[in-house]
């Protein structure tokens, strides 16, 4: 269903990803993990086609975008002079869908967004990204910022959403992961290996093994 090869992915002469391949065939919560550099969000844009990379990603027969994939980059780049309710808008046209009338959390309708903490930003993009239902998300750190409330409302709405679609959650916080994922993929020495939940007592051993 979702196939991800990156033969090389390249900043200037650094080799960040090489030889990778990610194949997920069914629904579910995966895990994403990696030490700082190591190269959790290229791999996300690579996917995407937002950076330029030797290989290919496929989500059935078509190529991964931003059309059939959600992504939620883990700081959002959002509009400081619009209202929620307008970037939402502005959202929904710049992606061809159908503004949404519920939205997972609640937001002041009147104030700018300029004038939100890190938190509301954060809970303003994931609004304007949930408008849709997707088959796939690159979701990029998404609880970070977020109160425990607001945890505990995205957890429990991605749980849901994995009965039917891909959700892989760029993490460091890896009780979450264990907790939740079907598996987990560790990005180390520029490809990923992966873990079912049955493997994950093994996970820390490759983890902080500087052999493998
Ligand atoms: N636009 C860029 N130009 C040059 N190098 C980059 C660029 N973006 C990322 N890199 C480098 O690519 C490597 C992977 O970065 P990336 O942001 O994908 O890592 P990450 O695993 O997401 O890290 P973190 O856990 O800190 O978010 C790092 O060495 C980083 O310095």
Redesign the pocket.
């Known amino acids: 269903m979702l196939k991800i090869e990156i033969k090389s992915k390249t900043?200037?002469n650094?080799i960040?990803l090489k030889n990778l391949e990610l194949e997920i065939t069914e629904p579910g919560l995966y895990g994403l993990i990696?030490?700082?550099?190591?190269?959790?969000?290229?791999?996300f844009?690579c996917a995407l086609g937002l950076e330029k990379y030797e290989g290919k990603s496929y989500l059935g027969k078509e190529k991964v975008s931003l059309i059939n994939t959600a992504f939620c980059p883990?700081e959002p780049i959002l509009y400081d002079e619009l209202t929620t309710e307008e970037f939402n808008k502005f959202y929904a046209k710049l992606f061809m869908l159908e503004p949404s009338k519920d939205y997972l959390f609640d937001l002041p309708k009147d104030k700018l967004i300029k004038q939100f903490s890190t938190g509301m930003k954060k809970k303003t993009y994931l609004n304007a990204l949930f408008q849709k239902d997707f088959l796939v998300y690159f979701l990029?750190?998404p609880f970070n910022g977020l109160d425990i409330e607001a945890n505990y409302i995205l957890l429990n709405y991605l749980k849901e959403k994995s009965k039917t679609s891909i959700i892989i959650i760029?993490s460091?916080i890896i009780d979450v992961l264990y907790k939740n994922c079907k598996g987990i993929y560790m990005?180390k020495n520029n490809k990923t290996t992966y873990f079912n939940h049955l493997e994950f007592d093994q996970l820390e051993i490759a983890f902080f093994n500087n052999q493998s």
């Open positions: 900043y200037s650094d960040v990696g030490k700082n550099g190591q190269g959790k969000t290229t791999l844009k883990a990029d750190e760029s460091h990005l």
